[in-house]
Nanobody, 121 residues
Framework: QVQLVESGGGLVQAGGSLRLSCAAS???????MGWFRQAPGKQREFAASINRSGGSTYYADTVKGRFTISRDNAKNTVYLQMNSLTPEDTAVYYCAACRSPCNSWLTVDSWGQGTQVTVSS
C-alpha cells in the first residue's frame, strides 16, 4: 500500500492561490491519483484526478478552469495548483491513490491525512 502525505494548505484571501503537494512512498508510484475535498458538514467530494502517465486529467465542474492537477513520477509527487480561490473552496483536501480512474471514493485504495485550506472573504 502507498503512503500519502499532503502539504501546502493554509489561509488565503479570496482570489488568491495555493499549491498543494502530495508525496507518496511505499509501493511503486504508478497509481492513478486524485484530490478530494471535504467541507464542514458536507460529504467528501471529488475535485481532480490524473492518470498514471500524467497525460490525462479530469476535474469536477466546481473547480474546472481554476485548479490544475499534475504529477512528477520521478519525485513520487502529485500537485494541485488552485487559483481564483473562493470561500466555497474552504475544505480539508485529501490526496488519494486509486486502482482505477480516480474520480470516485469507490476507487480509492489509499488516503492521505488531509490538509486544511481556508479561504477568507
Amino acid at each position: 500500500q502507498v503512503q500519502l502525505v499532503e502539504s501546502g494548505g493554509g489561509l488565503v484571501q479570496a482570489g488568491g492561490s495555493l499549491r498543494l503537494s502530495c508525496a507518496a512512498s511505499g509501493r511503486t508510484f504508478s497509481s492513478p491519483m486524485g484530490w478530494f475535498r471535504q467541507a464542514p458538514g458536507k460529504q467528501r467530494e471529488f475535485a481532480a484526478s490524473i492518470n498514471r502517465s500524467g497525460g490525462s486529467t479530469y476535474y469536477a465542474d466546481t473547480v474546472k478552469g481554476r485548479f490544475t492537477i499534475s504529477r512528477d513520477n520521478a519525485k513520487n509527487t502529485v500537485y494541485l495548483q488552485m487559483n481564483s480561490l473562493t470561500p466555497e473552496d474552504t475544505a480539508v483536501y485529501y490526496c488519494a491513490a486509486c486502482r482505477s480512474p480516480c474520480n470516485s471514493w469507490l476507487t480509492v485504495d489509499s488516503w492521505g491525512q488531509g490538509t486544511q485550506v481556508t479561504v477568507s472573504s
